[in-house]
């Protein structure tokens, strides 16, 4: 039996291009714009603060919440520090964070793309010999390799202060007590495998978004079909590999 009839050939190609420009970048031939790579970096990152804010502060604080509840019936309360501080680590500060960026970041890159390529824009570039995977997804696939990671770091302080707020003012902590105890619970794996996933969903949110934006049909209709199907499929894609990486880490006993 052929590969072609098992594996769907147009996102294999995408992707095939997306490595094929990413390693010539690595070996110094870009042929995209920088200030485009600023301009998509900032709104990938301090543009998305706000909202990533909120979000991981409220997750944190209903983790500790559920955990208090529990807990506290031990006479354990202090150990809500454990369980927020290592369920924000390794996952809800990778997966939270990773699922706003989708809604909001990827469905911005498939809106974007999918009106140039309404527009024709994509046809002029391709005219002109610019490639549109090196000069349109290119900069956007590394602006969000190069945010996520932050933006999980980001993401794991602003869930431990959600937790820390529910602590002290629930179950009476005092907060130094609340973070050395979240300090000494987590580690380095942790924080690696938070890390790493993090690295692996921006990269699926951004060849997503890019890849229903370029492929969208060219009417309105078109667009909105291109930011829906991004967004779910990021999602999707998301929970998929957080499945994958659970197992792998269960496997590898971190």
Known sequence: MRLAILLPVR?????GAVLLSAGAALRGVWHFRMRDLVRVTA?????????????NVLVGAILAFVGAVQLVKFGAGIFVADLVGIAVAR?????????????????AFAAELATMQTNEEVDALEVLGLHAVDYLVLPRVLALL???????VYGCVTGLIGGMLVGVGMLELAPT????????????????????KSLVFGALIAITGCYYGLFSQRNAAGVGAATT??????????????????????????
């Open 146 to 152: 190069l945010m996520m990671p932050l933006l999980y």
């Open 229 to 254: 199907q991004a967004v779910v499929v990021s999602i999707v894609g998301i929970i998929t590999l957080d499945a994958v990486f659970a197992v792998c880490a269960n496997a590898l006993g971190v």
């Open 177 to 196: 007590a609340y973070m050395d105890r979240s300090f000494e619970a987590l580690s380095w794996a942790h924080l690696g495998l938070g890390f790493s």
């Open 91 to 107: 996952e809800m500060a990778a997966v939270i964070t990773a699922v706003v960026m989708a809604g909001r970041t990827g469905a």
């Open 11 to 15: 996102p294999v190609t995408f992707l």
């Open 43 to 55: 709104d990938s990152s301090a543009r998305a603060l706000p909202i990533v804010t909120v979000v």
